[in-house]
């Protein structure tokens, strides 16, 4: 069977509004300073891990923020996430086509 394999954010979901709104409020409860809304949208997608420390985050900042991040985003994400326009029906007319689709 051909499978078709998607990735979720930014691709079936636009989630950076959701989520930079969840990472300034991680960063804001570790006393870190909050980019503005470019400086916030650079860091959807790399890994925090790496992101994080180049705003000057110390370890222990960075391991909190991504603690304090998915302790808010992750309950939400699936509720709050907006799907792009027409994936629905994308996704409809692929697997009528029988074919298997996977995230």
Known sequence: MRTVLFDLDGTLVDS????????????????AEVPGSDGLMSLVGPPFETALPALGLTAE?????I?????????????????????????????????????
């Open 16 to 31: 950076a509004a959701l989520i930079t709104d969840h990472l300034a409020g991680a960063l804001r409860a570790v006393g």
């Open 61 to 65: 900042q960075t391991t909190a923020a």
């Open 67 to 103: 603690r304090h991040y998915r302790s808010t985003y992750d309950p939400v994400a699936a509720e709050q996430s907006v799907v792009f326009p027409g994936v629905p029906a994308l996704l409809d007319k692929l697997g009528a086509a029988g074919l298997r689709l996977a995230v």
